[in-house]
């Protein structure tokens, strides 16, 4: 058997039992969601650059055309 522990804000946490068929999948979901944690992070730096008065914002790439 397997435990996978989640934490919360605050301290909490919750743990998981997991079967042994489980694992792979949930391993690949855990590595799912931390590209997608990082790729949000890089938007959320891009969007604080663009905001800053001293920094211009750069142009929107037009689509190319057929």
Do not use: F, H
Not at 41 to 50: A, G, H, P, S, V
């Amino acid at each position: 058997m397997w435990i996978l522990t989640v934490g919360y804000r605050g301290g909490r946490t919750r743990q998981l039992s997991l079967r042994a068929e489980q694992v792979s999948q949930v391993r690949d979901w855990l590595a799912n969601y931390r590209r997608s944690k990082a790729a949000l992070e890089k938007i959320c730096e891009l969007n604080q650059q663009w905001l800053r008065p001293e920094s211009p914002r750069p142009r929107a790439r037009r689509a190319p055309r057929d």
